[in-house]
């Protein structure tokens, strides 16, 4: 909104009465004219991390005592790095006015926030980024699927049974190679998880029977030292009134595995995913 001295527009960005600057001006009770400064909040990523929301320089401008917007960086690692900790150092802040925090911190990243006010001059503050990391060793994921059709659509009548594939060793299965020696296998096995899943589908059904995952080591021989996860048993379920019918062709159900990075590895290549049912 302009300002007027009579009917001439005051063009320069400040007010003066004689050689003092106008700091606030009033009409009444209703402020007209409010000093406003800037704050410069800058990132400095030293954490080996990359940065996937958020930017490093972050310029805001607005009154002495207003909250700022929450100000942030998520830091993202690597599926070869595991973040252990994150922390970060300050310097700028002389009027206390804001508030560093870290938050969301596992194995896969975390956030640095920044909240507060503005300060009373223009004030640059840095925070400095610091992380602890482990570089995982890579292994691979062999999958094998062992599919079983079925018509896709199909319908079945109240008290007849639906029975999917058998998921026994050998049919479906995924394998985890590539370990240094036998000890570090046996050690990752309490780290690998594994489970079945099938697609949708409507109707009114009771589930009987499902897959159980096993996880164990094996050694085919030599140094081939792997890790299998594969299941016993299949999916089973029996129909109640009115029926029911499989859901559209095309879909299918997969053994899914997963490797924690709490082990020290981390699959570097492969699938880790196996179809064992597919309806056609």
């Given at each position: 909104?302009?300002?007027?001295k009579?009917?001439?527009?005051?063009?320069?960005?400040?007010?003066?009465?004689?050689?003092?600057?106008?700091?606030?001006?009033?009409?009444?009770s209703?402020?007209?004219?409010?000093?406003?400064?800037?704050l410069?909040?800058?990132f400095?990523?030293?954490?080996?991390?990359?940065?996937?929301?958020?930017?490093l320089?972050?310029?805001?401008?607005?009154?002495?005592?207003?909250?700022?917007?929450?100000?942030?960086?998520v830091?993202?690692?690597?599926?070869?790095?595991?973040l252990?900790?994150?922390?970060?150092?300050?310097?700028g802040?002389?009027?206390?006015?804001?508030?560093?925090?870290?938050s969301?911190?596992?194995?896969?990243?975390g956030t640095?926030?920044?909240?507060?006010?503005?300060?009373?001059t223009?004030?640059?503050?840095v925070?400095t980024?610091?992380?602890?990391?482990?570089?995982?060793?890579?292994?691979t994921?062999?999958?094998?699927?062992?599919?079983?059709?079925?018509?896709?659509?199909?319908s079945f009548s109240?008290g007849?049974?639906i029975?999917?594939?058998?998921?026994?060793?050998?049919?479906?299965?995924?394998?985890?190679?590539?370990?240094?020696?036998?000890?570090?296998?046996?050690?990752?096995?309490?780290?690998?998880?594994?489970?079945?899943?099938?697609?949708?589908?409507?109707?009114?059904?009771?589930?009987?029977?499902?897959?159980?995952?096993?996880?164990?080591?094996?050694?085919p021989g030599?140094?081939?030292?792997e890790?299998?996860?594969?299941?016993?048993g299949?999916?089973?379920?029996?129909v109640?009134a009115g029926g029911?019918?499989?859901?559209?062709?095309?879909?299918?159900?997969?053994?899914?595995?997963?490797?924690?990075?709490?082990?020290?590895?981390?699959?570097?290549?492969?699938?880790?995913?196996?179809?064992?049912?597919?309806?056609?």
């Amino acid at each position: 909104m302009p300002i007027y001295k009579g009917s001439v527009e005051v063009t320069s960005g400040n007010l003066y009465k004689g050689s003092t600057e106008i700091q606030d001006g009033y009409k009444a009770s209703d402020s007209f004219y409010v000093n406003q400064t800037t704050l410069t909040i800058q990132f400095v990523n030293n954490t080996g991390l990359s940065i996937s929301e958020g930017q490093l320089v972050n310029t805001l401008t607005g009154v002495p005592g207003q909250a700022i917007n929450n100000t942030r960086v998520v830091l993202s690692a690597l599926n070869s790095q595991r973040l252990n900790s994150l922390s970060f150092s300050e310097s700028g802040d002389t009027g206390g006015n804001l508030n560093g925090l870290t938050s969301s911190v596992n194995f896969n990243g975390g956030t640095m926030n920044v909240s507060g006010t503005f300060p009373t001059t223009t004030t640059t503050v840095v925070y400095t980024l610091t992380a602890n990391i482990t570089n995982l060793t890579a292994i691979t994921a062999v999958a094998t699927s062992g599919l079983q059709n079925l018509t896709g659509g199909a319908s079945f009548s109240a008290g007849t049974y639906i029975n999917g594939a058998s998921t026994s060793s050998g049919n479906t299965e995924i394998k985890f190679q590539g370990w240094p020696s036998v000890a570090a296998a046996q050690a990752a096995v309490a780290y690998v998880s594994g489970s079945f899943g099938i697609q949708p589908f409507t109707g009114n059904y009771t589930l009987q029977t499902s897959p159980t995952v096993n996880i164990n080591y094996a050694n085919p021989g030599g140094a081939q030292y792997e890790i299998r996860v594969n299941g016993t048993g299949s999916y089973d379920w029996i129909v109640g009134a009115g029926g029911n019918v499989f859901g559209a062709a095309g879909q299918s159900a997969s053994l899914t595995t997963s490797l924690s990075k709490a082990s020290g590895y981390y699959v570097s290549s492969g699938s880790t995913s196996a179809t064992y049912m597919n309806y056609v």
